[in-house]
């Protein structure tokens, strides 16, 4: 068993035990606040089983159905775990609702066993920032969009259990009962802001959003280390599935540089471009440069400049005498 499916069943095991837990610690005190964290717990244990059924899914090779590999079942993970932090949320202030306006109306009086509340959620805190902890030391080893997602889950789990604490230890001391929906409408906000987060981590690779500012400017980097050895190059596109990036763009070389040296090259640059994202499967298209062309197509902050790329294309493509130079290996 990989470390990627044991640190996810050890998620499994951890929500199952915190939500048994508040659950029946909350109906015991009648505590909104405490049965709103049961049901945060709840759907972190949901997500945890969506988590780990999806690092297992995507750990598969290519097959015939699924050329590309199976890394964007972990980005639907983590879509659908937003929209059930959503859920609970919703679920959370509705609860909390409908206990202040009975406390209000005298309907229902004091949250009885505060420090049996108290202590479930201590120990809910300390267990998820553990195991938190550890998921997102995995999830950052391994470049996993679910372990992420489920890190940040119980994360937010250790904030709203300690708010949930700090909470019932203020009714104690001032005997306010209208303290614990109170409570309970900050755990739901902070489930919110949780669940927006993790929509724009885990759906923007589904439809194809190029790879972050700091990436594509490390391909570029590489790219523009070897501008000695080709005209320019353009068309530079990304994506990313799962733990995956796909690269691909067009190259273009002198118009008499032999196949050999063309080839040798791209697999110098996508060696390169490897060793500085790991994962990363790069398609060069190589392409001969024109003399009919007036100026070369540069794709900003990426290509070499006009001037050196137009000298080039003036120098390379008269002759074959004008060839690159087979690039030496770096």
Not at 99 to 127: C, D
Not at 256 to 264: A, C, K, L, M
Request: aromatic letters at 4%; proline letters at 3%.
């Amino acid at each position: 068993m990989n470390e990627k499916i044991q640190v996810a069943s050890l998620s499994v095991i951890s929500n199952t035990f915190l939500t048994l837990s508040k659950v029946v610690i909350g109906l015991a005190t009648g505590s909104v606040s405490i049965m709103s964290e049961g049901i945060h717990s709840g759907i972190d244990m949901v997500a945890a089983f969506i988590a780990l059924f999806a690092v297992r899914e995507s750990g598969k090779p290519a097959d015939s159905r699924h050329a590309y590999g199976h890394g964007k079942i972990e980005n639907v993970s983590g879509t659908i775990e937003a929209v059930l932090i959503f859920a609970a949320a919703v679920m959370i202030i509705v609860e909390a609702i409908q206990k202040m306006y009975k406390i209000m109306n005298g309907v229902e009086g004091q949250v009885g066993n505060l420090g049996l509340g108290m202590a479930i959620m201590g120990v809910s805190a300390i267990m998820n920032f553990i195991v938190s902890t550890r998921l997102m030391r995995i999830a950052k080893q391994t470049d996993s969009v679910a372990l992420e997602a489920d890190a940040l889950h119980l994360r937010t789990d250790v904030y709203t259990s300690a708010g949930v604490f700090s909470g019932l230890l203020l009714i104690q001391v001032t005997g306010w009962a209208i303290l614990d929906p109170i409570i309970a409408f900050g755990v739901a906000l902070m489930i919110i802001k949780a669940s927006f987060d993790l929509t724009k981590e885990a759906f923007a690779p589904l439809v194809d959003v190029s790879l972050p500012d700091e990436e594509r400017e490390i391909i570029g980097k590489i790219l523009r280390s070897h501008t000695e050895d080709f005209v320019e190059f353009h068309k530079l596109r990304t994506r990313k599935a799962g733990a995956e990036r796909h690269v691909d763009l067009h190259l273009v070389v002198a118009k008499f540089t032999s196949v050999i040296d063309v080839h040798e090259l791209c697999d110098i640059i996508e060696k390169e471009i490897n060793e500085e994202l790991q994962s990363t499967h790069v398609l060069i298209h190589a392409e001969p440069c024109s003399g009919r062309d007036e100026e070369c197509p540069v794709e900003q902050g990426l290509a070499p400049s006009c001037q050196s790329c137009q000298l080039k294309t003036e120098v390379g493509c008269q002759s074959p005498e004008a060839r690159v130079q087979k690039p030496e290996a770096r």
